[in-house]
T-cell receptor, first 109, second 112 residues
Framework: GENVEQHPSTLSVQEGDSAVIKCTYS??????FPWYKQELGKRPQLIIDIRSNVGEKKDQRIAVTLNKTAKHFSLHITETQPEDSAVYFCAASKHKIIFGKGTRLHILP | DTEVTQTPKHLVMGMTNKKSLKCEQH?????MYWYKQKAKKPPELMFVYSYEKLSINESVPSRFSPECPNSSLLNLHLHALQPEDSALYLC???????????FGDGTRLSIL
């Protein structure tokens, strides 16, 4: 079955700097890659997603890149703000979503 | 506003009790999901319903019994749970497989 690896498990960045979270997946048939943000005690919220026929997608300060050949995908957050502090989960899907283990992002003042 | 509504928000039950978790969505989504999430872990898929039919059961113990009475509702019936079943139970819905999933706020379940 699908296996999704996510790194790093914890990331601290200075407010205003960029944050990058990287994931790899094992099943080349996976065709949908969502990213979720989960604040403490809250539900996971979809922040961006990308499909296997697209290499890059951007939404304001958030961008995702996908390298199908290498089975890598990454989340980039620019100009980080305190409200970006949360746990971020990458995921890969072929009919069902498999989540990575999560990255706890701390934005330092 | 949360588009997927789950009740109750919290539930404490003994190992011999029977209870049900409820989930409702009015977005016209045809796929609904149950996930289990332990602290500091990702959501773990339990069941998938597609067009009101169970399409995926991730080898979940029979003490968890899902039900989809109609396209807007999803229930999870609980019976004879174990302490290790204590977790946050999340419901989600989507237009179909490999489509954005919208999560509810979850039911925090504690088994005594």
């Amino acid at each position: 079955g699908e296996n999704v690896e996510q790194h790093p498990s914890t990331l601290s960045v200075q407010e205003g700097d960029s944050a990058v979270i990287k994931c790899t997946y094992s099943d080349s048939a996976s065709n949908y890659f969502p990213w979720y943000k989960q604040e403490l005690g809250k539900r996971p919220q979809l922040i961006i997603d990308i499909r296997s026929n697209v290499g890059e997608k951007k939404d304001q300060r958030i961008a995702v890149t996908l390298n199908k050949t290498a089975k890598h995908f990454s989340l980039h957050i620019t100009e980080t703000q305190p409200e970006d502090s949360a746990v971020y989960f990458c995921a890969a899907s072929k009919h069902k979503i498999i989540f990575g283990k999560g990255t706890r992002l701390h934005i330092l003042p | 506003d949360t588009e997927v509504t789950q009740t109750p928000k919290h539930l404490v039950m003994g190992m011999t009790n029977k209870k049900s978790l409820k989930c409702e969505q009015h977005m016209g989504h045809r796929a609904m999901y149950w996930y289990k999430q332990k602290a500091k872990k990702p959501p773990e898929l339990m069941f998938v319903y597609s067009y009101e039919k169970l399409s995926i059961n991730e080898s979940v113990p029979s003490r968890f019994s899902p039900e989809c009475p109609n396209s807007s509702l999803l229930n999870l019936h609980l019976h004879a749970l174990q302490p290790e079943d204590s977790a946050l139970y999340l419901c989600a819905s989507s237009q179909g497989p490999d489509q954005p999933q919208h999560f509810g706020d979850g039911t925090r379940l504690s088994i005594l």
